[in-house]
């Protein structure tokens, strides 16, 4: 069946890069996309990738996507502490309205 | 455009005890969703619907009901609660398939004790 995986923690320190990496299964797979969820919160949005593209670049994110190997990452430039928050992957099959996400990594930005 | 809400933002249920969560959308989308989330755990998709009177199953919905009589509420009904409910529930809504994005409400924490 479908299964998205992911690192469960990244600690980085503020102003650093961080890289949150992301596999899946479903080689059918249309749109990957990344979310951020805040403590006590629902999730949003970041972005989202289309199966046929290598990468995607928006302000601070960039999302990279090795079709091949199904694997997906999530660089974030200049980390912030407010970028502190859990990242989950989801990927939306082709014939499915249904999201799959990954269990999610909690990212901890240093002072 | 309040976007998506869900009633209660907490509830504590015994075993055994039902109840109905509401969610509801002002921005006419077809296509609406519930998943639940465990502690450390992504989500995972208990029903969803692609349009009013149209409702379908996603990977857990045992324990669960949906109905959609109107585009704009999508409640989850809760029959004799167990444990194994215990968790953070979210609807979300989309406009369709595709990139359109699921806008996600802010949650119902559930504690069956």
């Known amino acids: 069946g479908e299964d998205v995986e992911q690192s469960l923690f990244l600690s980085v320190r503020e102003g650093d890069s961080s890289v949150i990496n992301c596999t899946y299964t479903d080689s059918s797979s249309t749109y990957l996309y990344w979310y951020k969820q805040e403590p006590g919160a629902g999730l949003q949005l970041l972005t989202y990738?289309?199966?046929?593209?290598d990468m995607k670049q928006d302000q601070r994110l960039t999302v990279l996507l090795n079709k091949k190997d199904k694997h997906l990452s999530l660089r974030i430039a200049d980390t912030q502490t407010g970028d502190s928050a859990i990242y989950f992957c989801a990927e939306m099959g082709g014939s499915s309205y249904k999201l799959i996400f990954g269990s999610g990594t909690r990212l901890l930005v240093r002072p | 455009n309040a976007g998506v809400t869900q009633t209660p933002k907490f509830r504590i249920l015994k075993i055994g005890q039902s109840m109905t969560l509401q969610c509801a959308q002002d921005m006419n989308h077809n296509y609406m969703y519930w998943y639940r989330q465990d502690p450390g755990m992504g989500l995972k998709l208990i029903y969803y619907?692609?349009?009013?009177?149209?409702?379908d199953k996603g990977e857990v919905p045992n324990g669960y009901n949906v109905s959609r009589s109107t585009t704009e509420d999508f409640p989850l009904r809760l029959e004799l609660a167990a444990p194994s409910q215990t968790s953070v529930y979210f609807c979300?809504?989309?406009?369709?398939f595709g990139p359109g994005e699921q806008y996600f409400g802010p949650g119902t924490r559930l504690t069956v004790t």
């Open positions: 990738i289309f199966s046929n593209m």
């Open positions: 619907s692609v349009g009013a009177g149209i409702t």
């Open positions: 979300a809504s989309s406009a369709g």
